[in-house]
């Protein structure tokens, strides 16, 4: 109640001195304030490697060597790199004879740097495979080697592959 | 009851000491009463606008304008965004934004006038929509994205004399 008493004492007053403004308002008032935009785009990636081999050996030393070419394509963030390590040793098995030849396999690039994964195919960086083996004698040959492929960002890591997709040519 | 008595009282005290000053001329004065109410109006605006693939390839987030409040009738309250941002990610390039807010203006609920195309009457619930988009279609490449998007706030077309706003949240 006395704050009602205070208040009609207050607009009399108010009243009393007339014209004054009895509150002291600007025209118009600004502010600025702001929202933060924020875009998350997830890592994602294609492998490129053969799907099949064809070795060719010279019959006047039973080498036998092929090659071939991998890469990466995608779209990767910057600190990230993709690793594609072949298997460093394979056998190669006769079919009929059960002869065994111990194939080395190599690769001038393992490490795909984000600066390295094209969007397209067409602008791939590639490294070439090679693979070399000694006592190849007639018959028919097979074996089967792997590539242990990752997505890391604290060097090669191989052994724990992160998702991982790839495309055979 | 006591309240219109102190108010009396009050108003009777300070025309009275300005009576005792004109009874000796006889003449009888009037008093203009005036009285400006200011508006009051809270903004809302988003905290965070998240963009995401678009089927165009590009990326987009929408985000919503809400006013509240009551204001003037001859007044409104602009909330107008920057028409461009930038968006950053460690690493890569900057990749501009482009900002489009249909609503601008918000009027009174009791304006009375015509409303322009970016206006709009102070209505319960977000009145107006907005789009942050990358320009010309741009896709964002894979990381972490971050820009801000300012707002300009004001009421504006306010008499000399009042009608200030509360701010903006």
Not at chain 2, 2 to 22: F, N, Q, T, V
Not at chain 2, 53 to 73: K, N
Not at chain 2, 78 to 83: H, I, N
């Amino acid at each position: 109640m006395k704050k009602k008493r205070f208040l009609a004492g207050l607009l009399a007053a108010a009243m009393c001195l007339g014209g004054m403004p009895a509150f002291s308002a600007h025209a118009a008032e600004s502010a600025q304030d702001s929202s933060s935009v924020v875009a998350e785009v997830d890592s994602h990636y294609s492998v490129i490697i053969p799907k099949s081999l064809q070795m060719a050996v010279d019959t006047a030393t039973w080498h036998g060597t092929a090659g071939y070419q991998a890469s990466v394509v995608g779209d990767i963030e910057p600190g990230k790199s993709v690793y594609v390590v072949p298997q460093a040793r394979f056998d190669m098995v006769q079919a009929d004879g059960g002869a065994i030849v111990d194939t080395s396999v190599s690769q001038t690039k393992t490490e795909w740097p984000s600066a390295d994964v094209k969007a397209e195919e067409a602008d791939a960086i590639w490294g070439d495979g090679s693979l070399s083996g000694d006592g190849f004698q007639p018959g028919d040959w097979s074996g089967v080697f792997y590539f242990n492929i990752a997505a890391d960002d604290s060097g090669l890591n191989v052994e724990a592959p992160g998702t991982r997709s790839w495309r055979r040519t | 009851m006591r309240l219109l008595a102190a108010a009396a009282m009050s108003g009777a005290l300070c025309i009275g000491s300005l009576g005792s000053a004109l009874t000796a001329r006889a003449e009888t004065q009037s008093v203009t009463v005036t009285a400006q109410v200011d508006g009051s109006y809270t903004v809302t605006i988003p905290k965070e606008i998240v963009l995401t693939l678009q089927e165009d390839g590009s990326h987009a987030g929408e985000y919503t304008v809400d006013v509240e409040g009551t204001i003037a009738d001859s007044t409104y309250v602009s909330v107008v965004p920057q028409p461009t941002i930038t968006l950053s990610s460690e690493g890569r390039e900057d990749v501009p934004c482009d900002v489009s807010q249909g609503v601008q203006k918000f009027h009174s609920r009791g304006y009375a006038g015509e409303l322009a195309a970016d206006a709009a009457k102070i209505a319960d619930g977000p009145e107006a929509s907005g789009t942050v988009r990358t320009q010309d279609g741009q896709h964002l490449a894979s990381g972490h994205w971050q820009g801000t998007l300012l707002f300009d706030i004001n009421l504006a077309g306010a008499p000399a004399a009042g009608g200030a706003g509360q701010g903006a949240e």
